[in-house]
């Protein structure tokens, strides 16, 4: 069963009680309960991981590829316009991943308009609140049930 990571930066711990107007009223536990679901209906592991401390999502993506995971879905919050070191170990492990904003960050602070990831990210989902992360996930599932027909084509060719 394939492992797809969501990976969660500073203050997300604090949903549903940090300004609501812009992050909404979900709670990430809320979040990340309904992730597992889906996850598990359409056959995949979700893994979670929240941390406010930069050097901990570096080593959790480090650890992700260790454990081979096959997808990250990504919410660097603050991360996003800050650190090139968690930039450099998503580039270093290859693992595809899609970056998700619960607020629109282009509607905001000048500051917060410049991302270090979008240009490696295989998709990003930003302003539409916890049903971002739901549409990562959808996209990312898709992305492997693709990947998965594209490899078993190349076998069945292959073989013949």
């Known amino acids: 069963m394939a492992e797809i990571l969501v990976l969660n930066g500073p203050n997300l711990n604090l949903l549903g009680t ?5 992050y909404g ?4 536990e809320t979040i990340n309960t309904e992730l597992a679901r889906i996850a598990a209906e359409a056959g995949y592991k979700l893994s979670v991981f929240q941390s406010n401390a930069e050097h901990e999502l570096v080593q959790r993506v480090h650890q ?9 879905l990504l919410n660097p919050a603050a991360f996003t316009h800050t ?3 968690l930039r450099d170990a998503l580039a270093a492990t ?11 960050i282009h509607a905001r602070e000048s500051f917060r308009r410049h991302s270090y990831f979008s240009d ?3 998709g990003v989902i930003s302003g539409l609140g916890a049903q971002g992360y739901e549409l990562a996930l959808a996209a990312a599932i898709r992305y492997l049930k693709n990947q998965d027909n594209n490899r078993g084509h190349t076998q069945d060719q292959e073989a013949h």
């Open 94 to 104: 290859a693992i595809p991943f899609i970056e998700v904003h619960l607020s629109n």
């Open 83 to 85: 650190s090139i070191a």
């Open 120 to 122: 490696l990210a295989k």
């Open 64 to 72: 992700s590829m260790e454990q081979k995971a096959a997808f990250i």
């Open 18 to 22: 940090r300004e609501p107007r812009y």
């Open 25 to 28: 009223s979900s709670s990430l």
